[in-house]
């Protein structure tokens, strides 16, 4: 079946080095991609997205990347800060939105 | 996010009772969905409105129903709630394709 999938549940770093969360996807349809910063007892909030038609775009310390090819998605995080600890989501939009199961950052001090 | 609220924010019920969920959001967006979180997994969809009157079922509807009689409120509600609704449930918005999220509700079904 289709699935939007991570491949590590967990990850620690150390304050400011950069962090990698990757994504895999299992549908070539897929157009559009949203990654998902939620916090402890908080709703997920949007950090940056990317259309099937790119294959990096930059935000403020984090950049995104899509591969096509190996449908493939990661989330770049520059110089990671204890303010980055929480679980990422990547999502895929079809006709509606299908999450991961989100990976877990820790950033140790 | 203030523009996106929720109600109640804890819940605990027992099996076979009739539970209302609540959703007001004053960013003025037409589309709103209902997710549900468990444990280790991602959001799942249960229902999303595209306009008022508008309802289209998500990955997991059943057991769940949904109103949205207003573009700022959408209401989710388990008719006969069981043990294996307790989660986290998400409200959003969409504008394009970005979502806003509210606070969520923590409903515990004993």
């Known amino acids: 079946g289709e699935s939007v999938g991570l491949h590590l549940p967990t990850l620690s770093v150390q304050e400011g080095d950069n962090s990698i969360i990757n994504c895999a996807y299992s549908n070539s349809a897929s157009d559009y991609f949203i990654w998902y910063k939620q916090e402890s007892g908080k709703g997920p909030q949007f950090i940056i997205d990317?259309?099937?038609?790119?294959d990096k775009r930059q935000g403020q310390r984090v950049t995104v990347l899509l591969n096509k090819t190996v449908k493939h998605l990661s989330l770049q995080i520059a110089a990671t800060q204890p303010g980055d600890s929480a679980v990422y989501f990547c999502a895929e939009t079809r006709n509606d939105m299908r999450f991961g199961a989100g990976t877990r950052l820790t950033v140790k001090p | 996010d203030a523009d996106v609220t929720q109600t109640p924010r804890n819940r605990i019920t027992k099996t076979g009772k009739r539970i209302m969920l609540e959703c007001s959001q004053t960013k003025g967006h037409d589309r709103m969905y209902w997710y549900r979180q468990d444990p280790g997994l991602g959001l799942q969809l249960i229902y999303y409105s595209f306009d008022v009157k508008d309802i289209n079922k998500g990955e997991i509807s059943d057991g769940y129903s949904v109103s949205r009689q207003a573009q700022a409120k959408f209401s989710l509600s388990l008719e006969s709630a069981i043990p294996n609704q307790t989660a986290l449930y998400f409200c959003a918005t969409s504008l394009n394709n970005e979502q806003f999220f509210g606070p969520g509700t923590r409903l515990t079904v004993l």
């Open positions: 990317i259309r099937s038609n790119m």
